[in-house]
């Protein structure tokens, strides 16, 4: 079905000058538009209700089983895990800081979709997630007369991730606070406010249609006052964690984190995700899904989730639970250009290497490299082209999609993608200049 609609709405942007220039005449929220407005690919992404809301469905499920790892493999020692996925003594003491080994259902996957289905990349778990605010865009193409008709002919909607989001908050706060609506603030760590400054400003204003008013500040600016927090005097009901566990370099950060979690414990202000989401969004976790002994203590059911979801991972250092190390690098040379290595913990693809873009003596450079550290190697997926007409132009052109799938308690939870012509490289991310970002429409009427 959203196939159909997709080969449809090519169509008549071909013929309906205002559904083909939508995306340049959205009317978005100030700030918004001052952030992301030019930044907008020239049309919205669309997709099944039913496939989106089946694969949001598997994340949960994967979600359960990554929280289950250290239980399983590791006698419930979240250190041990740690330590398997290579990550360094300091980062593991900081995401143990008030670990429970079952944070909440709050993330996003990073997935392309191949043609046939959604396969994982990365699951960014915690409330430190870019895109929570990208229903700003889907409001303002409905606004426009040609898309509005369009999107009520095929039954077209969306979920407001925004809106997800500040429900979350407030049953958060419900165990600190008993009436009105929750004081939050936002934290970043030392210096993170500046440096991101448009991103949070956005999201605070989205967040305020939904009632709730983000506080923005750094992690230490917070105080204490008999035992509930407080940011620039006034007292905090729920923190909005922003930081992550690797930006709290120095004692004082440290310091303020441990205040937070003593606000937390004594039901003061209440954090809304732990640090120790991050453990479970290393990429070397999805390698951990393939460990042998893990297999066998699943059901059918979980493996069969982790087959269809997850793309071949392995971790590629010496250690434990990594294998046969010389067996494994043989494999990585003979099949180069359908691999990609990448690390365990990072950010728009900063280390990432192709296969198929390395010659044999880089690529095995890249293995030995690999040897220590936490990078993974991973089953190549290659994203199916998505169609825009250019405004400009009239030419189709072909596109291809990293999608942000969010998943919280309630299961799907929105979404938006980064998108990237087809000719301009094979990153999507933002670190490329050619990546645009896009509105995700469902289709509701799936039968």
């Not at 809106?163 to 600190?176: D, N």
């Not at 893990?294 to 294998?323: F, H, K, M």
């Not at 405004?391 to 980064?418: C, H, K, L, Q, S």
Request: charged content about 25%.
């Amino acid at each position: 079905m959203a196939e159909n609609i997709l080969t449809q709405y090519i169509d008549r942007c071909s013929a309906v000058i205002e559904l083909r220039d939508a995306a340049r005449n959205l009317v978005l929220p100030e700030v918004y538009a001052k952030s992301f407005g030019d930044l907008l690919l020239d049309r919205p992404i669309f997709v099944s209700g039913s496939e989106i809301e089946l694969f949001a469905d598997d994340l949960v499920a994967l979600f359960g089983i990554l929280s289950a790892v250290p239980d399983i493999l590791f006698d419930g020692d979240l250190r041990a895990y740690c330590s398997a996925l290579g990550m360094d003594d300091r980062l593991a003491k900081l995401m143990c800081k008030g670990a429970t080994g079952r944070p909440p259902v709050h993330g996003r996957a990073d997935a392309y979709h191949d043609g046939t289905s959604f396969k994982l990349l990365e699951f960014n778990i915690g409330s430190e997630l870019g895109g929570t605010d990208a229903a700003q865009v889907n409001r303002a193409f409905l606004g426009i007369p040609a898309f509005g008709e369009f999107a009520r002919q095929h039954a077209l909607g969306y979920v407001d991730t925004a809106g997800r989001v500040a429900q979350a908050l407030r049953g958060v706060a419900a165990r600190v606070t008993s009436s009105g609506e929750p004081v939050v603030a936002l934290l970043e760590s030392t210096g993170g406010l500046a440096t991101h400054e448009h991103v949070f400003l956005a999201l605070r204003e989205a967040m305020c249609q939904h009632g709730i008013e983000l506080q923005l500040g750094e992690i230490h600016e917070i105080a204490e006052r008999n035992g509930k927090l407080t940011l620039h005097g006034t007292p905090i009901d729920v923190i909005l964690r922003y930081f992550v566990a690797d930006e709290l370099a120095d004692l004082p950060q440290e310091e303020a984190l441990d205040r937070i979690l003593r606000a937390d414990a004594i039901g003061k202000t209440a954090l809304f995700t732990p640090l120790e989401g991050g453990m479970f969004a290393s990429k070397g976790s999805l390698a951990l899904l393939h460990d042998p002994r893990l297999q066998e203590s699943l059901t059918p059911v979980q493996r069969e989730v982790i087959d269809r979801a997850v793309p071949w991972t392995r971790l590629l250092a010496n250690g434990r639970l990594r294998g046969d190390r010389a067996e494994l690098a043989d494999f990585c040379r003979e099949n180069r250009e359908r691999l990609v290595i990448k690390p365990g913990v990072g950010y728009g693809a900063v280390g990432t290497v192709l296969g198929r873009q390395a010659a044999p003596d880089q690529w095995d450079s890249v293995l030995a490299d690999c040897a220590d550290g936490d990078h993974v190697v991973q089953e190549l997926v290659t994203p199916a082209s998505e169609p825009v007409v250019n405004p400009d132009t009239g030419v189709i052109e072909d596109w291809r999609a990293n999608w942000g799938i969010f998943v919280d308690g309630g299961g799907y939870a929105g979404a938006f993608v980064r998108a990237l012509k087809a000719t301009d490289g094979s990153v999507i991310s933002y670190s490329n200049p050619g990546t645009r970002g896009g509105c995700v429409f469902s289709c509701l009427s799936d039968p």
